[in-house]
């Protein structure tokens, strides 16, 4: 899904379907004013502006009947249709792991020295499967990659012939390639290091958003609890829905308990700031009192005083993996998974309470 600004979206979303009709996005006619506002995530109100505008310009001819006739102005014509890489996100860039802004950034600029392009769609809310089987078939030639994505999405592209790569963990049952984070291994190494220091009540802070990295984490942290020999050793885990108000709500209820606990995992630098907050206004300090880790990594957590632990992929190695990969599905040869196991940066967040 593009992104505007507020200001003159008609005259910005007529730029972008003129760019798209560049590139060859469709052939003789444009799709319905729905199928339009859900590519473009703008009201009916905005594309029947910016379709004025393109009819004012040329660029469309409305028949009786026949909906809008593509018809370029004289000297406009299709661009050499490069090789596209589309991302495919539920949740915002920035918002999930390694998922960022300078990820993308660094993958779009390396991708486009290859002669490809990069483009970023938010799948809708709402109409999913009618915004799968209209959109997707029309770009069949792309190579997508799906990131932050719920299952729906990745048992849709499995079940097609279309290339696709996740950008993350499969849900179970579903076969595509992947370049996943070992989430299971990350939260299993971090339960594992807190019991070896001497923390016997462990909670982790998760989301409610079932993704799949999310659900293999808990699976990890359960494995560790019983892996490793802690007499009197327990743990929880709390699954908030992705806001403050909530996050609050339940770390609240936890940290009030009389045996309450020593010692805190957290998805998402966001959240991991946020239970910062939230311990601190409670009267616990960092690592005095909890001691706190982060699963993922975020440049704000070096400005937290100490520093939250957290776990860092190399970003480099990312963007090389994930190149090769796009190349070779690109390419039609078949390609095995990859697992990359990010590294511990223990920051000053996390004291040993062993004797």
Known sequence: ??????????????????????????????????????????????????????????????????GSRIVLPKGASLATKKRRVIIIAHSPIGSRGSLNWSFVWLLQRRLLSLDYDVQIDFAPQRGLDDWLENYVPKRDSHTFALASVKKEIQAWFAARAFKAIVMGSCFPGVRLPSLEIDYRAVCRHAASLLLRLGHKRLLFLNTAGAYAGDLAGEEGFGEAMRMVSAA????????????????????????????????????????????????????????????????????????YLPEIAHYAVREEALIRQSVAMFVRLNENKNIPSKTIVPELVMGGSVRSLAP
Request: aromatic share 6%.
């Open 232 to 303: 009197g050793a327990h743990y929880t885990i709390l699954r908030h829905a992705g806001n403050t108000r909530d996050i609050r709500r339940l770390l609240v209820g936890t940290f009030k308990q009389p045996q309450r606990p020593t010692a805190l995992l957290v998805t998402n630098g966001c959240f991991a700031l946020c239970a910062a907050g939230i311990l601190a206004d409670l009267g616990l300090r960092i690592p005095g009192q909890v001691s706190l880790i982060c699963r993922d990594d975020d440049d704000m957590l070096k400005y």
């Open 1 to 66: 899904m593009p992104s505007f600004k507020q200001h003159d979206l008609p005259q910005q979303f007529a730029q972008w379907l003129k760019q798209e009709l560049l590139q060859g996005a469709w052939a003789e006619k444009l799709p319905c004013e729905r199928e339009l506002c859900h590519i473009g995530g703008v009201s009916r109100r905005t594309l029947r502006a910016a379709l004025t505008i393109l009819r004012t310009d040329g660029w469309l001819k409305t028949g009786a009947r026949r």
